[in-house]
């Protein structure tokens, strides 16, 4: 029995605001917090084997026309002028085939609602975040385990008796 897909649909701009209401911002870049975004969840995406779709609005821009790229594992959405990220995300979430699973990360209380009446599941930002952080720290600590797995060590290359001399070199137990 093969796995059920599931798809991850993030409101870009609620995540981001509420990363930096969490860590205390008033005043911050949103082009790097949006590039900073789009790098963790490719990340997490890739280690939850999720399809992903990130989506920011563009709702009060002039002469915005939809724009979507795919960027690493995730596809990215700006949103045409007028229409709001939630929008956007409610006719997705109803668009898509039912054998998925559809999880909707938004503080948006009207939109969880409406995900929810949908059979989908709602992630509040707060927990996309801390699930974020949690798995960048499990591959980080996966990397340097299999680094120090993979490292050449000058021990390898040395004889038994060169390696038993150079270990009492190193306790200082040295003869002249």
Not at 70 to 89: C, H, L, M, Q, S
Not at 116 to 133: D, F, K
Not at 135 to 163: G, P
Request: net charge negative; proline share 2%.
């Amino acid at each position: 029995m093969s796995k059920i897909k599931t798809y991850l649909i993030v409101d870009g701009y609620n995540v981001i605001h509420h990363l930096a209401e969490m860590e205390g911002l008033t005043d911050f870049n949103l082009e790097e917090a949006r590039e900073d975004l789009i790098e963790q969840l490719n990340s997490y995406s890739g280690l939850m084997g999720y399809e992903t779709v990130l989506v920011f609005d563009a709702y009060s821009q002039e002469n915005a026309e939809r724009r979507e790229e795919i960027r690493g594992r995730i596809k990215v959405v700006f949103t045409e002028k007028n229409k709001t990220a939630d929008t956007y995300i409610e006719k997705l979430v109803f668009s898509l085939p039912r054998p998925y699973t559809v999880k909707v990360v938004t503080s948006d209380y009207t939109l969880q609602r409406v995900v929810l009446a949908n059979g989908g599941e709602r992630v509040p930002s707060r927990e996309l975040i801390q699930a974020m952080a949690e798995s960048a720290k499990q591959v980080r600590k996966q990397y340097r385990r299999t680094e120090s797995d993979t490292r050449n060590k000058l021990e390898d290359y040395m004889d038994d008796e060169v390696l038993a001399v150079m270990k009492e070199l190193r306790k200082g137990n040295v003869e002249d």
